[in-house]
T-cell receptor, first 116, second 118 residues
Framework: AQKITQTQPGMFVQEKEAVTLDCTYD???????LFWYKQPSSGEMIFLIY??????QNATEGRYSLNFQKARKSANLVISASQLGDSAMYFC?????????????FGAGTTVTVRA | GAVVSQHPSRVICKSGTSVKIECRSL??????MFWYRQFPKQSLMLMAT?????????EQGVEKDKFLINHASLTLSTLTVTSAHPEDSSFYIC??????????????FGDGTRLSIL
């Protein structure tokens, strides 16, 4: 079964507007971590934000925030005040406690295109 | 922040050539390194998990003899694509985890290697 599901293959957003990228996950572990990465066309993977399963507050990092709804098993990424440089592919990933070697499961990704 | 260096960034070579890709953690010790393969517009596919001083753990369907992984030190892992063929052309990217890192410690990625086999 797919552990991470990203249902939006591509999205367009107007510059300065906010965009929400969906991510749902599937795990039977009580302890797990959720990560979002950004991959520009150049290929490097840039870590954006982390949410732990026991964290009571939603994670925030600058313009990035994570809307964590544990009961729904969703961890949506919100990018506020979009910039042209935000155009990239975004991946949601999960690490489960059962994975002692820090292995990540990645979603299929969402391509975001910011329009001027 | 933690930096992972991957070299080379791009390789173009003839079919039958063996290609070695290096992944180095520059400012931290990485007990575990990971090798991924990525096709255009697709997600990262984990190929293998590399632990320092031991044999790599390969994911199902990945040929061990085709993709040789060596993790000789806490800062260096290498992936060798042996006798490469055009179907091996892809984007290969490595990542590393901090030794003894906390659960929320992210994997730190190299910049990737674009491999093109003619």
């Amino acid at each position: 079964a797919q552990k991470i599901t990203q249902t939006q293959p591509g999205m367009f957003v107007q510059e300065k507007e906010a965009v929400t990228l969906d991510c749902t996950y599937d795990t039977s572990d009580q302890s797990y971590g959720l990560f979002w990465y950004k991959q520009p066309s150049s290929g490097e993977m840039i870590f954006l934000i982390y949410q732990g399963s026991y964290d009571e507050q939603n994670a925030t990092e600058g313009r990035y925030s994570l809307n964590f709804q544990k009961a729904r098993k969703s961890a949506n990424l919100v990018i506020s005040a979009s910039q042209l440089g935000d155009s990239a592919m975004y991946f949601c990933a999960m690490r489960e406690r059962a994975s002692n070697d820090y292995k990540l499961s990645f979603g299929a990704g969402t391509t975001v295109t910011v329009r001027a | 922040g933690a930096v992972v260096s991957q070299h080379p960034s791009r390789v173009i070579c003839k079919s039958g050539t063996s290609v070695k890709i290096e992944c180095r953690s520059l400012d931290f010790q990485a007990t575990t390194m990971f090798w991924y393969r990525q096709f255009p517009k697709q997600s990262l596919m984990l190929m293998a998990t590399s632990n320092e001083g031991s044999k790599a753990t390969y994911e199902q369907g990945v040929e061990k003899d085709k993709f040789l992984i060596n993790h000789a030190s806490l800062t260096l892992s290498t992936l060798t694509v042996t006798s490469a063929h055009p179907e091996d052309s892809s984007f290969y990217i490595c990542s590393a985890s901090l030794q003894g890192g906390r659960e929320g410690q992210p994997q730190h990625f190299g910049d990737g290697t674009r491999l093109s086999i003619l």
